[in-house]
């Protein structure tokens, strides 16, 4: 049974950082691209970023670009996102999710996800 766990998240003031960790558990991981999305109250869900399995596929959306990176480590079995210069509009539940193929295609589909997790609070306020 593949399983999704997310961590990290917190409260943290506008100009800050988070490291979000995604430990996976029941799946190769090296076999799998994952993604992550997040998801704002009133707002719909929407791709963050995607690894693929041999990180030769990387993908980061327009709003996250240059602030946000995504990496993996395939021998713990934990993939993070690295969170950086954190603005309120950033405020969201962040959820990992592994996809249905090794590859990141385009933006984020949540209709390829085959697995997720709970997901885990990001606060940015001041």
């Known amino acids: 049974q593949a399983h999704l766990v997310e961590s990290g998240g917190g409260l943290v003031q506008p100009g800050g950082s988070l490291r979000l960790s995604c430990a996976t558990s029941?799946?190769?991981?090296?076999?799998?691209?994952i993604v992550w999305f997040r998801q704002a109250p009133g707002k719909e869900r929407e791709g963050v970023s995607c690894?693929?399995?041999?990180?030769?596929?990387?993908y980061y959306a327009d709003f996250v670009k240059g602030r946000f990176t995504i990496s993996r480590d395939n021998a713990k079995n934990t993939v993070y996102l690295q969170m950086n210069s954190l603005k309120p509009e950033d405020t969201a539940v962040y959820y990992c999710?592994?996809?249905?193929?090794?590859?990141?295609?385009?933006?984020?589909?949540?209709?390829?996800?085959?697995?997720w997790g709970q997901g885990t609070q990001v606060t940015v306020s001041s």
């Open positions: 029941g799946f190769r991981l090296d076999s799998y691209a």
């Open positions: 999710a592994r996809e249905s193929d090794p590859y990141c295609s385009g933006s984020p589909d949540w209709a390829r996800a085959t697995a």
């Open positions: 690894i693929s399995s041999s990180d030769g596929n990387i």
